[in-house]
């Protein structure tokens, strides 16, 4: 599924009744799980997700193993989890992963 990039917006309650004239029980429906979450976001924090990874992966070298695989499947380029070339891909992956995991300490 591809959005056009006119369509990343959130739309006003109008439209989404235009949208759903078929369904209006949807906006109700909407609207009303909406009015009882209660979501606190603390801003200028960092918040990962806590995962684990699967049997004989840490967390790094699981993301890395996704990285060179997913680099493999969709772009045809040949890469092991544990590259340490300098290419420019592999130097912003490094980058990204001392991001992580500086941001954890």
Not at 11 to 30: G, I
Not at 62 to 72: E, P
Request: glycine share 4%.
């Amino acid at each position: 599924m591809k959005y056009a990039e006119q369509q990343f917006y959130l739309r006003s309650a109008d439209e989404m009744k235009a949208r759903f004239a078929e369904v209006p029980e949807a906006v109700q429906n909407t609207l009303e799980v909406a009015e009882k979450c209660n979501v606190e976001i603390e801003f200028g924090k960092l918040h990962y997700p806590v995962f684990d990874p699967p049997e004989h992966f840490t967390r790094e070298g699981y993301l890395r193993h996704l990285l060179a695989d997913g680099l493999r499947k969709h772009y045809g380029i040949q890469t092991r989890a544990e590259d340490t070339s300098s290419s420019s891909s592999a130097s912003k992956i490094r980058s990204g992963f001392r991001r992580i995991n500086q941001s954890k300490a």
